[in-house]
């Protein structure tokens, strides 16, 4: 325990996109945190405050140590499925509280209602969360604005067309910023108890446009044309699995021509308005300009 006697949140997916900005809103907020750290290399990039543990969600004992005299865990699950049910387990019988990376897939619109082997994963876990008895909240975001660092920048920074497949599929691009502070809240303040939050940006955004902002940010055009389905898939080999390229591809066609689904949630918990997609932009543009 600390000064202020306030158990320690575990953020696991600690050094991804999310679990790392979470981190970074419980410590504004005084909240001790600790990381659970798959590859001990990367730990290096947490703060220094962080009480940094190894462990590994396919190796559920392995979270244990971690796991004692904490009041809250943010689960992030991007392992296999194999161990959920035990991981539920030990948090169960070790926190009262966890807030769960999920997705909007009971949200009913078209580019949320694709076949999707995340999404089965999502709510797998989340029965195995309600069965438990944990104080949970259920974070769903939509598409995450970063998506477009390693789908565009690499392309961007080489001053060549980006091609992409569905150009006028519509998604409302949520910052991970905003992402991370409703999760922050949600672990630890008591209102959030309950919650089931969708979070997606402020509008509906087709590729294509979602390049020109880019541009618009980096104060230059960049030309935008459209490649097929097949030839994104066969360009995508190597690259991420079959399923989860079937997975978009289907999402962005059931997405074309239909506007994005909107949610007033992340204004209506943070008391903000969010974080526009050429804000992410702007703040980001480094990453289009800069880097390998
Ligand atoms: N992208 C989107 O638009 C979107 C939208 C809605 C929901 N989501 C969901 O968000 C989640 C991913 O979140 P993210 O983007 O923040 O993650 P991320 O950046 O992909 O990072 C994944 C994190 O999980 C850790 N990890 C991987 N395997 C692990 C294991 N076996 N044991 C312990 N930790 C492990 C990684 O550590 P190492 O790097 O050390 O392996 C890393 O810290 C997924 O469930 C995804 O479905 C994504």
């Known amino acids: 325990m600390n000064q202020l006697n306030i158990p320690p949140v575990l953020v ?13 809103r419980l410590l504004d907020a005084g909240v001790p945190v600790r990381a659970l750290v798959h590859r001990p290399e990367a730990a290096s990039a947490l703060p220094p405050q962080v009480e ?37 387990e030990r948090l169960a019988a070790h926190v009262r509280r966890v807030v769960f990376l999920s997705s909007p897939h009971r949200t009913p619109h078209p580019f949320f209602q694709q076949p999707n ?10 029965r195995l969360i ?12 939509g598409m995450l604005a970063s998506n477009s660092s390693p789908w565009w920048a690499p392309t961007i920074r080489a001053g060549e067309t980006v091609r992409w497949p569905y150009g006028a599929a519509e998604t409302a691009p949520v910052d991970d910023r905003d992402v991370a502070a409703v999760a922050a809240l949600a672990l630890h303040r008591d209102e959030h108890v309950g ?12 590729h294509a446009a979602q390049v020109d902002v880019i541009g618009d940010a980096l104060g230059r055009r960049i030309a935008f044309e459209e490649m097929t389905p ?8 190597g ?18 021509g ?6 007033t949630t992340v204004a209506d918990v943070l008391g903000t308005a969010p974080r526009t997609f050429h804000q992410w932009a702007t703040d980001h543009a480094s990453e289009f300009t800069q880097g390998s």
């Open 130 to 141: 309600a069965a438990a008895g944990l104080e949970s909240t259920i974070i769903r975001p």
């Open 12 to 24: 696991t997916g600690a050094t991804g996109r999310i679990g790392r900005l979470v981190i970074d």
């Open 117 to 126: 082997p995340m999404a089965t994963l999502h709510a797998g876990i989340e």
């Open 239 to 256: 690259t991420a699995p079959g399923p989860v390229i079937d997975m978009l591809l289907a999402a962005w066609s059931a997405a074309v």
């Open 195 to 206: 919650g089931d939050y969708v979070l997606t940006g402020p509008e509906s955004l087709t």
């Open 52 to 88: 940094v543990f190894t462990g590994d969600l396919t190796v559920p004992e392995s979270l244990d140590p971690a796991l004692k005299d904490a009041g809250a865990a943010f689960l992030v699950w991007t392992a296999p499925p194999q161990t959920a049910a035990s991981v539920v």
């Open 258 to 263: 239909q506007p994005a689904y909107i949610s």
């Open 230 to 237: 097949d030839e994104f898939r066969s360009l995508s080999e």
